[in-house]
């Protein structure tokens, strides 16, 4: 990451421009972390984001934003599993990243406690497990409900899934345990369990999972509990929530009682009377790390004397009594081998290190990405360099560097200009602002194989149509043995395989009559596609899922929703007008769906795909709501509950939000300050009404 400017350093306008970056950024690795199981960011990258956001908050705390990331802990909960409400907050913790952290985090517990130099400072350390944060619930013993963290105040039911848990006890041993206690630890995988797992995915043409991490919290968060069953979970105990009553003293004799009553705690804890001590202990588990058998990426120290953290308390969205010590990231220095590029699904050009193969943190790394030409430029890496790599919280290696670079170095290194999977330009694009892109992509669209192949990948993926035993490796045989060439061959594979002169599947390699069979019924399955995943699986450019969810709500059937996007593409200035006014779609958006439906060639792709399938329309929320059906139009400044807040109640009570005031418009809701939305609207005699109108209205007062 490229050095910064200090927070102080900044003028008004620079810092509120740089918080609103890092407001989205952290929301957006937030989601990818916590709620997708598919982060994207290094811990490392994550704790700088949050780190700079907190410095430029301190040195203009008048700029804090409501939404600002240092109130805020994990993601929002997944629609798809019930809400939990947390007796007690779950938290994060504050890090520390050196040694003189730690020393101050101790003076800092002695000042707020007003101890002198002579008082025993009891601190415990413990492992950081990198694994998902689990909140059991026991009422008289038994086991009651269990939730993720969710966004800290509320997480997601998963108590069926949360007790094929080995280490967790249905009831609790003993009879010395509160009548209602929360028990708090992390649900993790151990490493050769994950490499087990993912053999098993690999061999059944399933996802494969990028870390033990991903994996235990993807098994964690399964809505079939036989998923999870099948998955070899373990649970760490540490800490507890609500609870009814008292029945420790210190946190070391709180931890003996979790482990008395049948959880298994973590063998590394220990009490230390000096900060010596800590981190002694944090260079032990830092040498020991990559011979523990499961993922740990720093040491936790919490304050012993539970008395002593009930007075310390909390501060924003940390305990004061408690710190993470985190490790740094793990680097090496190898041999850049050579530079290759990967095309992706969208075209995007990717050059890839091949490095001599290194062993980093236990691991041993052979591949590193140099993200684009920018990148290699910025690095002057080049193939015979010695480089530095860097692996943080098990994401794909990065090069950070050259070391000692030869005199007799070859050229510079120059990225192709054309697609070396179909021999396409590959050009770098311009955006609205007249800005070159980045990233270089092939033009050759799904004439390229290479995008052809991640596209059909895209298609029968988990957050797409999810087709089971369809995975990757099944994708690119079928399409290198000329059965598969486009999503329609998928539905009628039988058929291709006839056309092509190639054996009934049953007779390939790897295939048997019942595997064979159980694939059909699995693509059966999917002829009734729900809207948002099909259009999130034909892996439009600037159409994810989000994007995806907002165009299906909206129009609620793919028939009404495709005629405006043709007539977009065709020219029809009103019917892009439609596309754009819907809250959350951008011209970027737009343009990429238009600039599909142009091309003949999906025209024909979609042509056949929907003779072969019927796509369920989109539910429309709350039906029995006065506002279901509605679109409605907010302007002006709301006082009862921010824009956003009432964007997405509306939306859940079934009413389309759009950004702009037209002839569809139902319901102008204009508080103090409108103005162009406001005057159109009494042109065009739409009915406007006031905040305290619409809460009515809606039902929420």
Known sequence: ?????????????????????????????????????????????????????????????????SDSPSDRVGADVSDAFSKVDHGIPMLSLDNAFSDEDVEEFAARIRRFLGLDGDEALIITSEPKIDGLSLNILYEDGQLVRAATRGN??????????????????????????????????????????????????????????????????????????????????????YAWGETSGKFAETQTEAIEKLNEWGFVTNDFFAPHDKVEGLLEAYRELAERRAMLGYDIDGVVYKVDRLDWQERLGFVSRFPRWAIAHKFPAERAVTKLESIEIQVGRTGTLTPVARLTPVTVGGVVVSNATLHNEDEIARLDVRPGDMVEIQRAGDVIPQVLGVVDPDKDRPPPYEMPETCPECGSAAVREIDDKGEEDVRRRCTGGLTCPAQAVERLKHFVSRKALDI????????????????????????????????????????WEGFGETSARNLFEAIDARRRP????????????????????????????????????????????????????????????????????AESHNQEMLKALLAEIEIEPAEAAASDSAVSGKTIVFTGTLEKMTRDEAKSRATALGAKVSGSVSGKTDILVAGPGAGSKLKKAEELGVRVITEDDWLELAGLQ
Do not use: C
């Open 1 to 65: 990451m490229s050095s910064q400017p200090p927070a102080g350093s900044l003028t008004e306008k620079q810092a509120r421009r740089e918080l609103a970056r890092l407001a989205t950024e952290i929301r957006l690795a937030d989601i990818a972390y916590y709620k997708e199981d598919a982060p994207h960011l290094s811990d490392a990258d994550y704790d700088r984001l949050r780190k700079r956001n907190e410095d430029i908050e301190a040195a203009f705390p008048h700029l804090k934003r």
């Open 152 to 237: 800290g105040q509320t997480g997601e039911d998963v108590t069926a899934n949360a007790r094929t848990i080995e280490d967790i006890p249905d009831r609790l041993n003993g009879k010395n345990w509160p009548a209602r206690i929360e028990v708090r630890g992390e649900v993790y995988m151990t490493g050769e369990a994950f490499k087990d797992l993912n053999a098993r995915q690999e061999e059944a043409g399933k996802k494969v999972f990028a870390n033990p991490r991903n994996a235990a919290a993807g098994s964690l968060r399964q809505l079939d509990v036989a998923i999870t069953r099948s998955r070899p979970l373990r649970f760490f105990a």
């Open 468 to 507: 089971d035993g369809l995975g990757a490796k099944q994708v690119e045989l079928f399409y290198s043995r000329g059965a598969v060439q486009g999503p329609q061959d998928i539905f009628r594979l039988a058929q291709r395989l006839e056309e092509e002169g190639l054996p009934p599947l049953k007779e």
């Open 530 to 597: 729900p809207f948002q995943r099909f259009l999130n699986g034909l892996g439009i450019r600037h159409v994810g899922e989000i994007t995806s969810g907002l165009l299906a709500r909206y129009y609620l059937d793919w028939e009404s929703f495709w005629q405006v996007v043709e007539k977009a593409a065709n020219g029809d200035e009103a019917a892009e007008a439609d596309l754009l006014s819907i809250d959350g779609i951008g011209q970027t958006a737009v343009t990429s769906l238009k600039d599909f439906a």
